[in-house]
């Protein structure tokens, strides 16, 4: 494995570790869908994003939208280990008093563009960003990170169609296809397949990735957009839960939270990695 992808695997066994000290002192939940994204927000952070986190609200920064916004942990951390505040603040999330709500809230910190919990609405505020991009000549893009449940919602496929057909190719979806969401299988509770020809229907230019394969991750992401004048969408499948084996792929740590043993052998599995 080269360095750079060797890199990439520290930074993001670090962040699964914080994001479980975090879930475990809080006694919160949603560590399954925090897992599942955290190599993307690694490759997205370190590598993709043109951001400056001495300078958090340039203008000329691509913005991300995490509009899975209940996986906020995973978002945190990534910020603060890229170095937007101190990782001295993890230990405030969602804790009273804390500065670091458990949906990912802007305005509490550096680095997060718009408060998110309510599904379905990351991908429109994406679209309005990327539409006002367009009318002012700015380059920057949007990348908005969504939970494969949240393409239940109606909201999602309006929002395609309106990306489409005002070619709006400086916005970029990424879809958590962990196939699990808050009650069971994706595909027992509204089947999305088949979804990549849903995209393409809706007009998108579409890839679809391990979304755990760094090398995979960066070499799709530095390439958008896919085709001129047409937004872009990543499906990338995960494994919720990953990284931790006893969580991965089990529907329990969407809303479960960690005690002293889980937390103890869960941190001895990613010390080990």
């Not at 914080?18 to 809080?26: D, E, G, I, P």
């Not at 910020?79 to 405030?92: K, N, P």
């Not at 499906?235 to 839960?241: C, D, E, L, V």
Request: hydrophobic fraction near 40%; aromatic fraction near 10%; proline fraction near 3%.
């Amino acid at each position: 494995m080269p360095d750079t992808w060797s890199n990439y695997k520290k930074l993001s066994t670090e962040i699964r570790k914080k994001v479980l000290k975090m879930m475990f002192n809080s006694q919160t939940s949603h560590i399954g869908s925090c897992f599942s994204i955290v190599d993307l927000l690694v490759v997205l952070y370190f590598k993709v994003l043109s951001i400056d986190p001495k300078n958090p609200w340039s203008k000329d920064r691509d913005r991300l939208i995490l509009s899975k916004g209940h996986a906020a942990a995973g978002l945190y951390a990534t910020l603060a280990l890229r170095g937007f505040f101190s990782e001295r603040l993890l230990d405030t999330y969602c804790i009273n008093g804390g500065v670091l709500p458990g949906h990912s809230t802007m305005r509490c910190t550096p680095g997060v563009e718009v408060s998110t919990g309510s599904l379905g609405h990351g991908l429109s505020m994406g679209a309005g960003m990327a539409l006002a991009a367009k009318y002012d000549n700015d380059k920057y893009r949007i990348f908005v990170l969504l939970s494969d449940g949240e393409c239940e919602e109606g909201s999602v496929w309006e929002t395609a169609m309106f990306a489409a057909h005002n070619k709006l190719d400086n916005l970029v979806a990424i879809v958590d296809y962990n196939k699990l969401q808050a009650l069971g299988r994706t595909e027992e509770i509204i089947g999305l397949e088949p979804l990549k020809d849903k995209w393409v229907s809706f007009g998108w230019s579409v890839k679809e990735i391990d979304g755990h394969d760094f090398s995979e991750i960066e070499k799709t992401l530095s390439k958008v957009p896919f085709v001129k004048n047409k937004p872009s969408v990543v499906i990338a499948h995960t494994i919720k839960g990953k990284g931790i084996s006893f969580m991965e792929d089990q529907v329990a740590w969407h809303y479960k939270s960690p005690n002293e043993e889980q937390f103890k052998e869960g941190l001895q599995e990613l010390e080990s990695l």
